[in-house]
């Protein structure tokens, strides 16, 4: 049989065009991850298969057969089952994970992958008398700071109905006027434009019990224009709630937002047979196109502060007010008796229950005298103490206790669970396995809705059980992105031994946690390694659609553009994309010229005010450099020598503790000794003196924070870590010595002299020292961002909790090591004035050499050295550069001079993200390869004195 010859053709150009394809994919660098041979419930409903899932850099890349080399790890899933990550839908607050990643734990044991967060009350939006000591009070602050953080598992937030009716109103019993209504209504518009995904109500909880229906309406429609909806705890859970039922939808409709029901329940055993009811009221709703849903979790027992077992209208006058009456006031605790136990049409936890304090389980006793009794009864409890059952009601009431009323029934549990608009909760989110939710449903919920409603009564079908926590829940949150195990997705993957799952807390001990859940993925990177949390984070705060990504930190920019340039501004806002950064100000210098200098992102979230090129912000240690050119003019002037003693010019008396002797060593330091870090402290064998406020104030009987001369004295009072001059070993203490040097020998303060004849003479008048409070805030400075907190070292709030990056060091006492704050433009003026040593208008080209000269004792200079209050670096190209970086919670900073004529300058006002503690070093290395490949500079010099 004969052959076309233009079959032949075809055949080969098509092998030929199939060659660069399959030589690239065995050329490929290996996948991050592959689950092999699972049973794979995929979300959808659809019955389990046996498949392979490649993840690679955060997303599902391929379903199928896959060889184990494609990837860089391996997970043999044999046995088990691969999912995809559960969604809590109601995870109560994503800021314990802000303050301790570990309390997440409970959430991966139970293969949770994402929260959804907000029940009334919501992380944001905070009081301006809250921002002292949390650090945000709008949601976009809020999110920048976890993304910062970095988390254990991924974060949808609703902004608060209580939260904000607090903020307007406070506690009262009233409806808000017309004004009112709208500083409410902001405050949604600000949360859903940050990437809330709706408004959350909790209506049985003063003071959100006081709304009416056409308030909450009036804020749910502000969601609604952003594409948000409504979740709502309803106003009524037992005797109301078929009438509760009918508000919420009342609400979404007039609205116009989807509704999201909270844990539906049927409370009281006089309330079970409504349950059916109330699926009939949702159903038919859903029927008419209304977009109602639910969620659930699988106890009997529900949870809420005891004080929830009162009548709100006694709230009215203030919580604490309220507590302090009940502990003397018999008359009210004997109306508030027969409130409970004679009437309804309000949420009578104590009707629901039966009158019966046997069936109320006292999880988290709180203050008073019954923290021995957490997991026992009412009843139990009043029994072992010989007291009245009511008195031990109300003493826990007065100590914020929290409890389990047993209220529900298994019935309708399960029918609730068959029911297909249904998904699951803990109501409790993320806490620590020490402390924090009494409820074990925190520890519990999943595991045990699969193990004892799916697989051992089988309620539902494994496959139904794992959509309806999976892909119908990440619709309700709007989490398009995930919930399937299915080819382009997010990686959000779970793998369990099914057969083995199992819930161990109780109510006795509810912290336990669940066994069974062997891996747990999110965003493509394991986080739960074989049941063991491995410390990773790589969740994120996953917006809502009112999020707009033209308005990211990434997506903003501000000064001059050039096409010249464009690979930096690409460098910088792809860095910043991945590593959430808020703000930044970069320069680039030349041979003396301002070639480049742009601000991106946020100076303050807060406000959307841009970072500006000309923003000023914490130098932190790149104050070093300019303290060293003070130090140099007053050696070239003969003030001073290299090798002068440091304490021959500074007296002080030391402050010896105990029996402490003067270490006669320090009489030995020297000027040289101080400019090098080689005076003898070494902070990681000790300690680092300028952070010991307080420690130093009360040695000095001063109070905190201590001042420089207190912590001089101090530190006079200690012995030296090794010999001056034997080693290098950075030192903030050595440059605060030199500031004081300079203040003794020219007579001015130390900013005084510096600002007259270091940077005024060379334009750069914007530079001053910075305050350690937001108050102290300078015009046209940014704001800085840190996730963390710490203990104020100031006496008016000592011990207090602050943010890192307000108060929990004193940044005055830092002038000369740490606290100048400058713009990029003006950083950049300093840099270049050493461009040309015969020309430098500050030093002579004798002390410019000087202050780069290493040290005597520096046989083999390394690639990287310290000389003068410069680091000094040569690369592998030989590139020969000094510079400097600065670095304290908040910010981050870098001065770079090299040997090409080029200054670079970066300044961010953050310096972690979840996976860097040191944004700098990352910046520095992507934009210095940007300047390296930009072969024109713009014919132009941005230095304002210039044009």
């Known amino acids: 049989?004969?052959?076309?010859?233009?079959?032949?053709?075809?055949?080969?150009?098509?092998?030929?065009?199939?060659?660069?394809?399959?030589?690239?994919?065995?050329?490929?660098?290996?996948?991050?991850?592959?689950?092999?041979?699972?049973?794979?419930?995929?979300?959808?409903?659809?019955?389990?298969?046996?498949?392979?899932?490649?993840?690679?850099?955060?997303?599902?890349?391929?379903?199928?057969?896959?060889?184990?080399?494609?990837?860089?790890?391996?997970?043999?899933?044999?046995?088990?089952?691969?999912?995809?990550?559960?969604?809590?839908?109601?995870?109560?607050?994503?800021?314990?994970?802000?303050?301790?990643p570990n309390t997440g734990i409970n959430l991966l044991t139970q293969g949770i992958t994402t929260i959804n967060c907000g029940e009334g009350a919501s992380a944001a939006p905070l009081g301006e008398d809250q921002l002292e000591t949390r650090g945000w009070t709008t949601m976009a602050e809020y999110f920048q700071?976890?993304?910062?953080?970095?988390?254990?598992?991924?974060?949808?937030?609703?902004?608060?109905?209580?939260?904000?009716?607090?903020?307007?109103?406070?506690?009262?019993d009233r409806r808000p006027n017309e004004e009112e209504l709208e500083r409410m209504k902001a405050y949604v518009d600000e949360a859903m434009d940050a990437g809330a995904i709706g408004l959350s109500t909790a209506l049985i909880y003063p003071p959100a019990v006081y709304a009416q229906t056409k308030e909450i309406a009036a804020l749910a429609a502000v969601a609604g224009n952003y594409g948000g909806r409504y979740y709502t705890h309803m106003r009524n859970e037992g005797d109301m709630l078929l009438e509760a039922i009918d508000e919420a939808i009342a609400i979404g409709d007039e609205g116009k937002v989807p509704v999201h029901i909270f844990h539906l329940k049927?409370?009281?055993?006089?309330?079970?047979?409504?349950?059916?009811?109330?699926?009939?009221?949702?159903?038919?709703?859903?029927?008419?196109?209304?977009?109602?849903?639910?969620?659930?979790?699988?106890?009997?027992?529900?949870?809420?502060?005891?004080?929830?077992?009162?009548?709100p209208r006694h709230f009215a006058m203030g919580r604490e007010a309220l507590y302090q009456k009940l502990k003397t006031d018999s008359a009210l605790r004997e109306e508030i008796k027969q409130e409970m136990l004679t009437t309804d049409g309000w949420e009578n936890w104590f009707r629901h229950v039966g009158h019966d304090w046997s069936k109320v389980v006292v999880g988290t006793p709180g203050k008073g005298d019954y923290a021995e009794f957490a997991g026992s009864s009412i009843a139990e409890i009043a029994s072992k103490k010989g007291e009245d059952p009511?008195?031990?009601?109300?003493?826990?009431?007065?100590?914020?206790?929290?409890?389990?009323?047993?209220?529900?029934?298994?019935?309708?549990?399960?029918?609730?669970?068959?029911?297909?608009?249904?998904?699951?909760?803990?109501?409790v989110g993320p806490v620590h396995d020490r402390g924090g939710a009494s409820h074990p449903r925190g520890f519990g919920a999943f595991p045990r809705m699969l193990s004892r409603y799916v697989r051992d009564l089988g309620a539902i079908s494994l496959e139904q059980a794992v959509a309806k926590a999976s892909a119908s829940a990440a619709n309700k949150v709007m989490a398009y992105d995930r919930g399937r195990i299915s080819v382009g997705l997010a990686a959000d993957i779970i793998v369990f031994d099914y057969d083995n799952l199992a819930e161990n807390a109780t109510f006795a001990k509810p912290h336990e946690p669940s066994t069974g859940m062997k891996y747990v993925v999110v965003n493509g990177e394991v986080v739960l390694d074989d049941e063991k949390f491995t410390g990773a984070r790589p969740g994120r705060v996953l917006r809502g659609p009112g999020y707009k990504k033209?308005?990211?930190?990434?997506?903003?920019?501000?000064?001059?553009?050039?096409?010249?340039?464009?690979?930096?501004?690409?460098?910088?806002?792809?860095?910043?994309?991945?590593?959430?950064?808020?703000?930044?100000?970069?320069?680039?210098?030349?041979?003396?010229?301002?070639?480049y200098a742009r601000g991106f992102g946020y100076a303050d979230l807060a406000t959307r005010q841009p970072v500006q090129p000309d923003s000023l912000f914490r130098l932190a240690s790149v104050s070093k450099p300019i303290t060293a050119v003070a130090i140099m003019q007053l050696i070239e002037q003969g003030k001073l020598s290299m090798d002068d003693k440091v304490f021959e010019i500074l007296k002080y008396e030391p402050i010896l503790e105990g029996k402490a002797k003067f270490d006669k060593r320090l009489n030995d330091i020297t000027?040289?000794?101080?400019?090098?870090?080689?005076?003898?402290?070494?902070?990681?064998?000790?300690?680092?003196?300028?952070?010991?406020?307080?420690?130093?104030?009360?040695?000095?009987?001063?109070?905190?924070?201590?001042?420089?001369?207190?912590?001089?004295?101090?530190?006079?009072?200690?012995?030296?870590?090794?010999?001056?001059?034997?080693?290098?070993?950075?030192?903030?203490?050595?440059?605060?010595?030199?500031?004081?040097?300079?203040?003794?020998?020219?007579?001015?303060?130390?900013?005084?002299?510096?600002?007259?004849?270091?940077?005024?003479?060379?334009?750069?008048?914007?530079?001053?020292?910075?305050?350690?409070?937001?108050?102290?805030?300078?015009a046209g400075e940014v704001r800085y961002y840190d996730p963390g907190f710490s203990r104020s070292v100031f006496a008016k709030n000592l011990g207090q909790q602050v943010p890192n990056a307000y108060g929990a060091w004193y940044l005055e006492s830092m002038d000369s090591h740490g606290a100048w704050i400058s713009s990029a433009i003006d950083l950049a003026r300093f840099g270049t004035a050493f461009d040309q040593p015969d020309k430098c208008p500050i030093l002579s080209a004798d002390s410019i050499e000087l202050m780069y000269t290493p040290a005597p004792n520096e046989a083999n200079l390394a690639a990287q050295h310290y000389v003068s209050g410069w680091s000094v670096t040569t690369d592998e190209n030989g590139m020969k550069s000094v510079g400097h970086g600065g670095s304290l919670p908040g910010t981050n900073t870098s001065l770079t001079r090299r040997d090409d004529g080029k200054n670079i300058v970066i300044l961010l006002n953050a310096r972690t993200s979840g996976n860097t503690s040191r944004l700098i070093n990352i910046m520095n290395d992507r934009v210095k390869e940007a300047v390296d490949h930009i072969e024109k500079w713009p014919d132009t010099d941005l230095f304002p004195s210039a044009n």
């Open 1 to 100: 049989m004969s052959f076309p010859l233009n079959r032949f053709l075809s055949l080969v150009i098509a092998l030929l065009a199939a060659m660069p394809s399959t030589v690239s994919l065995l050329a490929a660098e290996p996948a991050d991850l592959l689950i092999r041979g699972g049973r794979i419930v995929d979300g959808t409903g659809a019955p389990w298969y046996e498949a392979d899932v490649l993840v690679d850099d955060g997303k599902i890349v391929q379903i199928g057969h896959i060889d184990p080399a494609a990837a860089k790890r391996v997970i043999e899933a044999k046995g088990l089952v691969v999912a995809p990550g559960f969604i809590d839908m109601m995870g109560q607050s994503a800021t314990p994970l802000l303050e301790d």
């Open 145 to 172: 700071l976890l993304d910062m953080k970095g988390l254990p598992v991924n974060v949808v937030q609703t902004v608060g109905h209580t939260q904000i009716r607090r903020l307007v109103l406070g506690e009262v």
């Open 266 to 311: 049927a409370a009281g055993r006089q309330n079970w047979g409504k349950m059916q009811l109330a699926i009939a009221r949702i159903k038919a709703a859903r029927e008419e196109g209304k977009q109602v849903t639910a969620d659930i979790y699988p106890y009997i027992n529900n949870g809420l502060g005891i004080a929830a077992l009162i009548h």
């Open 390 to 427: 009511w008195d031990t009601f109300f003493n826990l009431v007065i100590g914020g206790a929290f409890v389990m009323p047993q209220s529900m029934t298994d019935a309708n549990l399960i029918l609730k669970m068959q029911q297909e608009f249904i998904s699951f909760c803990t109501d």
């Open 550 to 595: 033209d308005k990211a930190a990434y997506a903003i920019a501000t000064g001059q553009s050039f096409e010249e340039t464009k690979a930096i501004d690409e460098t910088v806002q792809a860095v910043m994309k991945e590593f959430t950064i808020p703000g930044a100000a970069v320069a680039v210098t030349d041979h003396g010229r301002l070639v």
């Open 671 to 778: 000027i040289r000794h101080l400019l090098q870090h080689r005076g003898g402290w070494d902070r990681d064998k000790s300690f680092d003196a300028m952070f010991r406020s307080v420690d130093f104030a009360n040695l000095a009987q001063m109070p905190p924070p201590a001042d420089c001369d207190a912590i001089i004295r101090v530190m006079l009072g200690k012995p030296l870590d090794f010999d001056p001059g034997e080693r290098y070993a950075y030192s903030n203490l050595g440059y605060c010595i030199l500031g004081r040097v300079i203040e003794k020998l020219t007579g001015e303060s130390y900013a005084d002299y510096v600002q007259n004849h270091v940077l005024h003479p060379l334009g750069a008048g914007g530079m001053r020292i910075g305050a350690t409070h937001l108050p102290g805030r300078a």
